[in-house]
Structure formats: C-alpha cells, structure tokens
C-alpha cells in the first residue's frame, strides 16, 4: 500500500510542470523515505505482535522505547542519502508526538486484528470481522494523514544547496497536499479491496 500511495503522489506531483526539475533532485528523498516508514511500520507490526503472543495488553507496548527503534532506521535513511545536492538534520522534537501518534495507531490495530484472528479465515475476513467498513477505512486515512504529516516537518530539515534551494518551499506545500489527497484515493481503494467493489480497484493519477 505504501508503495502504490508513494507511486501515486509521484505521478501527480510530475503534472506540474514547473516542479518536474525539481522534483527529480527530490525523487530519491521520497522513494526512500517510503522505504524507510515500511521499515518502521514492519518493526513496529512485529514488535506489537509479539507483545500480544506474550499476553501483553496495548496499553503494555512500550511506545516511547519503540519510537527510540524507529531513529536507527532514520540513521540508515540519513547515511543513504548522503548527497552534495542536499543535506539534512532531523529535528525529533518537530514530530515526534505526530509519529508516536501513529505508533499507536499501527499497534492498536495490530491488537484489534489478533483478537480475531484464525487460521481458517483469510486477512480480509479477519479485517471484516474486527473493523466497520468505514471504520477501517478511517484507520487507514488516519495512518497516513500522520505519514503526511511527519513528512511535511520532515521536509523542513532537508536544505538543498543552490538554486534549488528557491523551489524548496513550493514543493512542499505542494507535496503535502497531493499526499493528503491520495491518502484519501488509497484508503478507498484498500478498503474496496477488504469490503468489495463497485467500480476500478486501478490507482491513477486523475484519480479524485
């Protein structure tokens, strides 16, 4: 999901004209920033499920110590990402309630769905039994909406050297809102896939 939400904002972000330069410098920002939060919410899932296979409650995960797990993966991000074009210096304290936020999330869901689970029934059905149709789509725009988020304050600390530097600002308004606008096309169409469809399950750029 995380690929094709990232995929998607790509594809919209390349409609506008006077970004596509800048949006190449900024293209591997994004696609391993994306690698970087499916890092994060795999640890996050794993840890969440062997709190509960150990008999914890939610309220047991421990939210603080997995939000110090989460700055490793943010120290392997910031070593790849070594460029001349850009720098950057993450500042915790901008979003670190917005991503222990959204921790808590992720666990909370991972509790809900393991209360339910069985073997013999597939994810989807699991998914139906724990959530409401627009419950669960709800969870998903919330998790991502915090994504955003984090993103956009994320984006502050990067400093581009040289003119690109100009074009900074613009992008990122810009890209915040073409995120919160294929959160929105992504939850539909995860929850399509869970719940059924009516319609196209295919994710395109003039998608509303």
Known sequence: MMMEFSRL??????????LKL?????????????LKEISKDRLII??????????????????????????????EFLEKLSNP???????????AEIRKKRIVSLVNMVFDLLCNWQDTLSLADVVKKTFEEDGYRNLLVEVLH?????????????IFHGPPMTMKGLLSEKLFQTMEQAA????????????GDKGCLSVSSGSA
């Open 46 to 75: 794993t840890h969440a499920a062997a709190g509960f296979e150990a008999g914890k409650e939610k309220a047991d995960v421990e939210i603080d110590a997995l939000f110090e797990m989460t700055k490793k993966i943010d120290a």
């Open 184 to 195: 929105g096309v992504i939850s539909d169409v995860y929850t399509r896939k869970i719940y």
């Open 85 to 95: 074009f850009f720098s950057m210096e993450v500042r915790y304290d901008d979003f």
């Open 9 to 18: 904002c790509v594809s919209r972000l390349n409609n506008y004209l006077h």
């Open 146 to 158: 915090l994504y955003n988020i984090e993103t956009k304050m994320l984006s502050n600390s990067v």
């Open 22 to 34: 800048f949006l190449s410098l900024f293209q591997r920002f994004l696609d391993a920033n994306v």
